[in-house]
Structure formats: C-alpha cells, structure tokens
C-alpha cells in the first residue's frame, strides 16, 4: 500500500525540472539517424543513414534496403566523411521518414508530392502548401557536429522551420548534448562514432572552441583496418556477405568454406555489396575485436622482458564464423587492428589512404584538447571524462582510455564516465537532448517561428552558440 | 517413514531417549488444516513436512475505485522569459481547471487572454553587467591597451557568456574596425590572415572588466553609500591582481605537466608530511602529557622517599606497572625504540630511489634530526648538540651524580627552602612577595632554566643574609634598649639612695640578668611583628 505509484498528476515536475511541450529530438549521425520524444529514454525512431536509390525511387526503410532483389539499387549516405551534412535533400527526406514514420502522425499525402518520391511535381506545390506539416505541433531540437558549417546549420533550421512547420526549433553540439546525457555540463568528451572521432571540452554546456579535435579513428576507420587485415591475412579471408549464400554447410576452423551462392539475374552494386559486407564487419567489430587494455600499449615491452604481443598471443582467442560457413581464430590480431586508435605506427596500412599520423590517435586529442582550455578548468575536466559513441563498445576501450590518460597525466585524478548500457553509450547525445527539450527552463531557449521569421536563418548562429 | 521405523532399522533402543517435549511443541502451532491441506500434512508423520503457506494474492488489483479515466488536455502556455510570446501545449490534467471552454466562437480570445506563465520563468535570471556611456568612458575608463571598440567587444562578449571567462576567452575574436566595408562578407578569411593585434590572456581580460566595473560601479554610487555586499565586490574587483594570477597559473601548469616520477615523490613527499604530522601531533600529546604529570599539585607533602635514585626507580616501575595498559605512556619511557626507521611507514618507502631520500633529509632540516637514514644504521646514536644548543638547552655535565642521585631542577631550587623551618621558609617567601616575585611553596618557577636557578639561589643566599642581618639589628636594639633601661634605672636608683650599698648592687645584677632574658623573647616577638608588617 506504501508503494502506490504517484498518479502523474501529481508527479512533482517542478522538482525534476521537466515540462513536457512534447518536442522532438533528432540526432543524425553517418551511421543512423535517431529520432523521439523529449523525456523518453531511448529514441523511438531509430534508422540507418543509408538509403537506396533505384532507378528513380528513393528507398528508406531497413527492410528494402537490404534486398538484393531490387533492381539497380545503389546505396548512398546524404552525409559526408566528416560526419555533417552534403546531400540535404536526401537528408530532408531521410530525416522526414525517419520522424513521420513513427512519432508523427504519418499523412500520406500524394505520392507525387510527399517527398519520398522524385521531385518534379513543381505544379502541385500549391496544393502541399496547404497540407499540415509533420511538425506542426512539436517543437524540433536537432543536434549537429562541433564543426557544422555556418550555412548547414542556417540550412537545418530553414527545413524545419519551412518544410516541416516547426513551432520551435533548436540546434544543440552533439557532444554537448552526450555530456548532459551522462549528467554534466562540464566534460571533456570523447565520442566515436562511425565516420569521425572527436574529442573536446565542454563547460557549462558550451563548446570551448579552441578544444575542438576531431580525427577518422572511428567506426569506419575500423572496419577499413578489419578489412585491411582480412585481406593480409594467411590464408586471406573472402569477405562475403549474407545476400550471396544461398545453403551452406560447417566446416572445422581454418578449413575452406563449403558454400553454394545465390544467384542473381541482375547486377548488384558495389555500393549495395559495400553495404552488406559493412554488416559482416560490423559483427566482427562488436564480437571479436577487443582493445589491448594491459600495462602500456601493445607493441612495447612487458616489465618483465616479454612483448605485451607475446602475452596477448598466450590469451585464448575467440572464433568469428563468416556468412559463408567459414570460421577461424583469432589471436592478437583481433587487438592489433585496433591499435592504431592508441599509437599510430601500429595502424595496418589501407590502401589509398594516408598513413594515420600520431595527431589523430587519440591520446594526442586529448593532449591537444586539453592544452586548449584555460587551466583552471583542466582538472574538472579530467574528472568529468564523458565517453559516448558507438565505437567506445569495442571491448577494453574505457580501461585502455584510462590508462592512456593516467600516463599522460600521473597528478592528476581521472574520472571516466562511460554509460554502461549499449543504448545509453550509442545514443548518448539524443539522450542528452531528450533531458534538454524536457526542461521547463529551456522552453526561454528555443528559436520561436516568429523569431526566424523577423530575423531569418541566421538567428540560429547567433543563438545557438 | 518415523523415528521408529529408522530406529528399528538402525538397530538402535527403542525410545532410547523420550522426546516428549519436541512433539509438544510441534502439536501445539500446527494449523488447523482442512480437506486436502491436512492429509498432505498427516503424509509428513511426526517428522512434519516444510509447506510454504499459499499466497493467494499476489498485487492487490488497483482498480478500487472505478471512476473514469481522468481527462488530459494539451494546454496552451506562454513563458514571460521570453520576449516573442511562444506558445508551447503541455498536457494537463483537465480538472485541474474547471469550466472547460466548450463555447469556440468568443472562448478563442478569452483562452488567449488567460493562457498561464511558465512556472519556470522565473528562473531567469541574469548576470548583471555595467554600462558605461561614451562620455563615461572618455573621462575614467581610458587604457593605454585597451581601444574603445575593443572594449565594448569584450563587454559584449560579458553580457553573451554571463562572465564564464574561460567561454569569453575561447571565443575572443577581436578584429579592430577596418575601414572596407566590402571585406565585411569575408570576415571570416579576413580573422584567419590578420593576425589579431594583441593576444590577450582570460587574466588581460579579467583585469580590464573587473577594472572598468569597478569604476563604473563608484560612478554611479560612492563607495560610501554601497552597502557592504556591493562594497565587497568593488573591493574584490578593485584589488584583482593579473600578475599574480598569471604567476598561480603557471604554477599550476608546471604542477599539471609533472611527469610520472614527479607524481610519484609528491605522493612520498604527501606522505612523509602526513606522517611528521602525526608525529607532531603525538609529541605534542606526549608533552602535555608531562607537563600534567608535572603539574599534579605536590600536595602529597612528603617527596623525600623519590629523591633518592632508588626512590625515584621505584616510582617509576609502580608507574609502569599501573598503567601499562596505556601504550603511549609506555612509549614515553622508552622514546628510544619509537625511531621513524621502525615506523609503520617505512616499508613503503623501500621502493623510492636515492634522490627521494634526499628530499627527504632536506626537508627534516639541516641539522639531521630524525634523519632516517642515520638513524636505521645506527639506532642508539645520538645527536650532538652544539656548544650554543646546550647552552640554550641548559645541559650541564657530571662526573657523577650526587648521593642524593638524579632530581629535577625545580627540587633542587627548592631545597634550601625546604629544608628551612616554617617560620623561615614564611619569612623568605614573604621576602620574595615583597620583591615581586610571586612565589609560594605550592606553585613553581615559571622558567626553570639553570640560570635562573642560579639566580634564584643567589636571591634566597641573599635573603638569608638579609634576615640574618636584620635579626642581629633587632638583637642589638634590643640589647641597646635593655641597657638603656638599666642605666636609667640605676641613674635612678642611685638617686634615691646616694650611700648604695654592696647588697642591693648584687641583687641588681641577677636582675639584669633576668631581663636580658627576656628581652630575648621580647626580641624575638618584636621580629615576629615586624615580620608580619612586612608581610603586609
Ligand atoms: N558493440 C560495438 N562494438 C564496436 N563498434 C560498434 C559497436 N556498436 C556500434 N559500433 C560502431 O559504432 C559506429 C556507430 O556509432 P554511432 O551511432 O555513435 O555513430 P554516428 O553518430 O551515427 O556517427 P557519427 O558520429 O560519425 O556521425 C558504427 O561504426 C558501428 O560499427
Ligand atoms: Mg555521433
């Protein structure tokens, strides 16, 4: 009977701070786009930055971009290497599915006009002015990367604003917005995601510019390494994905695959073959590679005389089995591909790239991000280390941070804050969002319609700072 | 299956043992069980089996009270933080308020009118930040670094950033006014070819607002009239100091940038200090300790059995023995065996190179007291004190001790005191009152030292003079007033009877005899008396 859950009505909102105006949160990144309601913990909305193009049909949902069966289907990602915007059509569109398909009322308007098809119904625009937008009602808080270009950024809030009817509209620093997540206004924060590592610090919830670092040791980095080492390796690993095997049957370790492969009547393309094979990686990534978290790094020697490699060699490795049926051990190597991360001459040459300078490894970020701010702030940062991003799951990455870090800084005292859910560390920063559109007290913040339409898009480097 | 048939099995006396009183027991709380219950129960025979009571309900169903659902409503709400008159829908319960609007044609206007304030407008708050006009400036806030239009850029940045200086100077992109207005659209490529004029610090920066604040902050009311919480902020403002910030921050900086060997000898160095601490702390302790010791009154009167070596090893060991519970008592005899070298510390210490050890002697002092190093080779090897320090210390050297063996200063001041009478040591005592040094038999000297004993027994050697002197003055004024008395009293005698006779002079002379006895005593009650004026 004590236990008899508050009724929310009369839940104290004062004393959490939260005033729900039902807003709504969209964080894009490279790989995924995540889209909810403000005060909710986990997204709703929740979808790969890919999509298709086939012929002229644009193609977004998971399920049909992964068939092979549609006919010339290339794939396509609307972000750039960097992790911001360069295709904003596609982005608009990408981001228009990925809100309307689950959290707002989805009106399918004329299939000629809606958006999701191409775009040459110029006539019908009147008729589209008319129809309620997607947004109408709900405030919109996006988040964007620390070096978003002035003009994506203007370009943001002019779709949300024109295309989507916003109320509100807000753009928040995805790294701020993964160190409110983890519950402070003042971090340093580290995020890895798919296409960019950044580094940098935050205090009072604002981007110390100076501290910016940003480099590609991030998730797709690390899949050019896995590659990388599949196709160096002995005897050389055939990266086939799933779509191509039609029965196979179990091999022992180490033994050629007994497959039969699908047989498709059309071509499939290299971008949709990249794709699945992406896939594959990506379940070697989250299944066997680990990060070398042991005394000092991997290439040095052990106090005791004996290479840390050697040491790593003697743990038992762990079995990755290949869509084709193939499977094999993996020793060391499943530690060494991700060493580059931590020292930059132990990175496995990719061809055509540039070899990875010891800048971009991340040690040197935080050095480098870190001699940026004033130094007073130095120590709260070291003790508020805020780790997000999808690629910090790779096992032993937070123990290895912090001995990067401790030897980097002996006096002082680092604290690493790491949400131990996969979903929390994956979608720290709409997290973080998700708190922020929540707050009563930021309702003060948010860009007003009639805001935008008195000063026009650049009101949004002037407020959101 | 029962204890008989076990029994009966095992071959054991039947009923060796009667257990009447478990069986009780285990009748008496037995629920009353019916049906099926109760012969699960009887299965168990004497030996009743576990059964965990059935709990039929699990959660109490919550639906109690069957009133309707409760209506929400996404009630419109405006923020007067906020200047544009936003309006944003939350959901409320909708009986909160009553009377909902069902009439749509005029309730549009009235809903707009009586549209609620965010609760939490009122938390927006501002950092208050000067102004200053033109002619202000040019009067009082001048600076030879500073430009106008670089100072209204900073302030500017102020007002933006709430004071967050570390922000301030992140974003500090001062580019002085150029005269092209067509490079406006570049500024951007503009800032990064120009290198800006001055680099300034967040201490520059700090040092030019809390400066002009300061100023403007007196301008607009005296110092005088300022209530003693702006008073304090003028204050703080007026006397920020860059120089010395900028010393702190490069202290700090070194301190950030110590390399791994250098946290590890502030770890040692912490720890040695926290340890001489403790150390300080327990001598202290110690100290006070004896000087209680010290203080106890000896009212106990009779010391003379402790002041002989015997007596005094004799208190000792009873000492000992009645508090040997006490642990730190015993350390204070044997201070000796408590060298730092066997301290709970030390093997800790064992892994640090040379260069710690002598930081470590370095900052135990010149001298070498407590160097640890000495003192683990060689634990009984003492410090010896220089000339000056056992001048200062007051150590003198024996031979050998005296017969009456070791004594403590204090007592050996104070025994050609004791050993004097009562009425003596009365006398002395109200001598020293006289001369102003406070003293008693009870209370002690202040300060010990042997100079000051020697003094102090050159004093009472002085005193002693003086009361001897003094006696032998009232002795020979006393005589001197006796035979002042038996002159006149035979001057007196003779004339009376001129012819005198042989007879009478030899009853004279016991007489006088008589009265120099007395005179003694008379004497003797006259010193008293002037003692006792004295004492006064
Ligand atoms: N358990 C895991 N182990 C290793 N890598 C993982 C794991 N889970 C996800 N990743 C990788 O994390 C990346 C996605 O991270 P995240 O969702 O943070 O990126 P993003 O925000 O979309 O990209 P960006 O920040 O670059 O714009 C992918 O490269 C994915 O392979
Ligand atoms: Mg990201």
Redesign the pocket.
Known sequence: MASQPLTSSMQPTDVYGGDEVSAIILDP??SSVRAGFAGEDTPKSFYTSYYGVAGDRTIFSDEDIHNPLIKDLEIRNPMSKD?VVEDWDAATQLWEYAITSRLTKFKQGDPRTNGLNDKDADVEMDAAEDEEKPLEEHPLLMTETAWNSSKNREKSIEIAMENWGCPAFWLAR?SVMAAFGAGRATALVI?L??STASVMCIHDGLILKKSVQKSNVAGNWVSSQVRSLFNNSEPKVELIPHYMISAKTPVDAGAPAQATFQNFDHKISDSFRALEEERVISEFKESVVQVYNGPNRLNSTHPSGIPNIENVKAMPGRVFEFPDGSNQMWGADRMSVVEGMWDERAALPVAGEPALTKAQTIPEMVKASISGVDMDLRAALLQNVVVT?GTTLLQGFTDRLHNEMVNMYPGARIKIQAAGLTTERRFG?WVGGSILGSLGTFHQMWISRKEYEEFGASVVDKRCK | MTSHDVRDMLDLPQEGTPRPTKKQKLNGPRPVLKGLAREVQNLGGDNPIAIVPEVTVFKKRRFATRKPAAKWDARPFKNSARQDGLILRHWRRKDDKPAAPTVDGEGEEKKVEEIEDSTFAKYNVQVNIPDYTDEEYNLRLQNQEWTKHETDYLFSLCREYDLRFPVIWDRYEYEPPIPQPSEGDAAENAGALIVPPKTRTVEDMKARYYSVAATVMALRKPPIKMNSAEFNLHEVMLNFNPAQETARKKFAETAFHRTKDEAAEEQSLLLELKRIMARADKLGEERRELYARLEAPPSNGNIAPYTTSQGLAQLVSQLASADRSKKHRKSLMGGETMSPATGPNTSTQQPYDRRESSVRESISGPSGLNNKKGSSQNPTERRQLTEEEERIYGVSRHDRIGTSGPAFRQEKILKPLQSKSAVQQQKITNVLNELGIPYSASTRLIMPTAEVGEGFDALLHSINNLLDARKLVDKLQGEIATAKAVRAERERVERERGEGGAEVKREEGVGIAESRKRSASVMSAASDRSGKRLKK
Do not use: Q
């Open positions: 990144g490279f992790g995805n995020d995601g798919a991003g920063s």
